[in-house]
């Protein structure tokens, strides 16, 4: 077999073999296929696509182009839940607790932010001496005894994929359906868990800007997992605004801590115990959702969904003290509140534009390797549709070092203004299985 004919059949829109597949991607691992080539293939599929099958069977080689978790060891059905990334996305943190809380066996592994968007390991890592590197033994036994982990990625997961990935990266070929869709479940799939449950997000924070696209990424996704023997479901949610009310890692937690507690944002809550009733579902710990939001509510209630996430934090060595009193968690020098220069109704909120700010506060990265602060972001005072007066407050920045005129200025040019009612759109826009 040749990867020349392999690159001239897809050049030619006919689908490839899963041999052929497993050719390619058993090469790019090997280092035995050049990158000029690699590069080649991807611009092909770029252009002509894969169908499902082909899509699955790419998904399947890149899992197994590295280590499996094998979460056997596990008791019970293992759930997992991805969020294709967005601003002010704290879900893992208060979700899996409150899920776990219902009997749910959450065992996570999550990643880092970069770019506008926030990680979730940077999240926990604000809390004092959280460790988000257990050993794959350690990550089982804490999943077995208190049925909830999150932990970075273990071992030598999925290497194709970050070859392919970095290929991708500077050959124009990022924004392929069936790339992303194979890229993200592969990760998803050597990970172990028995259900996946989907945050696909659509807008101006999301790397999907429509919803269209949001749903055609989420089906790929979906046919792959449950071809390869996982439940597999998908929500598709609104990131035309952040979730939530803050960004940035120590108020994010403080919010994931209040939403468990039940005080949390509306449009946050509504987004966990959505997720949460599928997941429930998914996991066979009931089998209608309006039973499984009465569990989340209850766990919520009576306290169980926070004992659990203080659980959790004391098992993976965190200061469980900064979480019962979240004033302990790490603070910035300065508060600054912006002030609405204009009375209206505010009609946009650029979240991707809000995640560069808190970007540029340190909250997060440009480069993978770059030093977070993690008691800098926005503190965010609106949302869509508000009615607000002139003076009234917008956000409170939490801030190190001065806040320069250009960074303010880039702030208001992420608001804009109506003179008309606005409507509220929805967090949660469908739900796909």
């Known amino acids: 077999m040749r990867i020349v004919d392999i690159i001239e059949k897809k050049k030619n829109k006919e689908p490839l073999t899963e041999e052929e597949i497993k050719f390619w991607i058993q090469g790019v691992s090997k280092d035995t296929i050049a990158d000029y080539q690699t590069s080649a293939l991807l611009m092909a599929i770029r252009l002509n696509g894969m169908d499902d099958y082909e899509t699955a069977k790419l998904a399947e080689a890149m899992m197994y182009s590295g280590d499996v978790m094998d979460l056997s060891d596990i008791e019970g059905i293992k759930a997992d839940k991805h969020s294709t990334g967005g601003v002010g996305d704290k879900t893992s943190i208060s979700l899996s607790a409150m899920v776990a809380a219902c009997g749910l066996k959450i065992a996570k592994m999550s990643g880092r932010g970069l770019g506008h968007t926030g990680g979730t390991l940077d999240k926990l890592e604000s809390i004092e001496g ?25 071992g030598d997961l999925v290497p194709a994929d970050k070859k392919i990935y970095a290929l991708r990266d500077v050959t124009a070929t990022v924004d392929s359906i069936p790339l992303i869709a194979s890229s993200i479940m592969s990760k998803k799939l050597a990970s172990g868990s028995d259900t996946i449950l989907l945050d696909v997000k659509y807008g101006e924070g999301a790397f999907m800007k429509t919803v269209e696209d949001a749903k055609k990424l989420a089906r790929a996704m979906i046919s792959i997992g449950n071809s390869l023997g996982r439940n597999t479901m998908a929500m598709i949610t609104d990131m035309n605004q952040p979730l939530g009310n803050t960004i940035g890692n120590a108020l994010e937690v403080e919010e994931a801590v209040q939403t468990v507690l039940g005080q949390g944002p509306e449009d946050f809550t509504e987004l966990c115990l959505c997720a949460g009733e599928i997941m429930l579902v998914q996991g066979g710990v009931t089998s209608s959702k309006d039973q499984a939001r009465k569990m989340l509510e209850e766990a919520i209630s009576s306290g169980r969904a926070f004992e659990k996430l203080v659980q959790m934090v004391d098992y993976q060595g965190g200061n469980v003290e900064q979480i019962k009193d979240t004033s ?30 808190a970007t540029l506060l340190g909250a997060g990265r440009a480069e993978k390797d770059d030093p977070i602060n993690y008691a800098v ?16 407050v917008l956000c409170r920045v939490h801030h190190d070092s001065d806040l320069d ?24 826009e469908e739900i796909l299985e």
């Open 130 to 154: 959280f460790n988000i590197s257990l050993t794959e033994e350690e990550f089982k036994k804490q999943v077995n005894e208190i049925g909830i982990a999150i932990i970075g990625q273990t």
């Open 328 to 357: 302990l968690l790490p603070q910035s020098k300065y508060q600054t509140e912006i002030k609405s220069l204009e009375s209206g109704y505010i009609a946009n909120i650029n979240s991707m534009e809000l995640g560069i700010l």
């Open 377 to 392: 972001g926005l503190r965010m005072n609106v949302k869509k549709g508000d009615q607000v007066e002139k003076g009234h």
């Open 405 to 428: 005129d250009q960074w303010i200025q880039r702030f208001y040019k992420a608001i804009s203004y109506s003179d008309e009612p606005v409507e509220r759109i929805p967090v949660v």
